[in-house]
């Protein structure tokens, strides 16, 4: 989708390290998830923004930070806490009605 | 949340109609029926969404039965690009962003063939 940047695409980094994952939207929605994805599985949601400065834990949080300074970016961080980080990684954005999400095109982590 | 199933894949000769079902038995009144679509190493992608009635858009047709317990996604003439995983969900239909609960399955995985 074009009104959400993710980058970069493929990430490699070594166990220990935390690691920041970017997601810029120009679509001016006001929620912003991440979600994670594993080989052959479904989404599962890590954390989500409703508002600037605003944040909730989704179903598998642990391991994981993020902010929202801005309405337009929300950055994830996969800390060393996180015990199984490899992974692809999906930022969506949602107006607040019912209007589906828009995702992007996901960074693929690799920690080895 | 209703819970969804869906076939785990499904074959379609390119040119023809691919008609994909999802069994949401347990769907409640006010909750609404989306469709996504995943092609390989990309972001899911939207295609349509209805409550009971038969919904058309430029991508897709949705048949909603009248008892709202199945519904089929009609992509009328399948295409190599449409090969993607296909996700059927069933989300509330409250204002105020409760489409952040959209949670995907296994989805199915339709392969258009030449």
């Known amino acids: 989708d074009g009104g959400i940047t993710q980058s970069p695409k493929y990430l490699f980094r070594k166990e220990g390290q935390n690691v920041t994952l970017s997601c810029e939207q120009n679509?001016?929605?006001?929620?912003m998830y991440w979600y994670r994805q594993d080989p052959g599985q479904g989404l599962r949601l890590i954390y989500y923004?409703?508002?600037?400065?605003?944040?909730q834990k989704g179903d598998i949080a642990e391991g994981y930070s993020v902010s929202r300074e801005k309405k337009e970016s929300f950055p994830l961080t996969v800390t060393s806490a996180q015990k199984n980080p490899t992974a692809f990684y999906l930022c969506a954005t949602g107006d607040r009605d019912l209007s589906p999400l828009h995702f992007g095109n996901g960074t693929r982590l690799t920690v080895t | 949340d209703a819970k969804t199933t869906q076939p785990p894949s499904m074959d379609c000769a390119e040119g023809r109609a691919a008609n994909l079902p999802c069994n949401h038995s347990t769907i409640s009144g006010n909750e609404y029926v989306y469709w996504y679509r995943q092609i390989h190493s990309q972001g899911p992608q939207y295609i349509i969404h209805g409550l009971k009635n038969n919904e058309t858009n430029e991508m897709a047709s949705l048949i909603i039965t009248e008892d709202r317990k199945s519904s089929t996604l009609i992509l009328p003439h399948a295409t190599l690009r449409d090969t993607a995983v296909y996700y059927c969900?069933?989300?509330?239909?409250?204002?105020?962003?409760?489409?952040?609960?959209?949670?995907f399955g296994k989805g199915t995985l339709l392969t258009v063939n030449p």
């Open positions: 679509l001016n929605h006001d929620a």
């Open positions: 969900i069933v989300l509330p239909g409250v204002s105020g962003g409760s489409n952040y609960k959209l949670t």
């Open positions: 923004s409703q508002i600037v400065n605003d944040f």
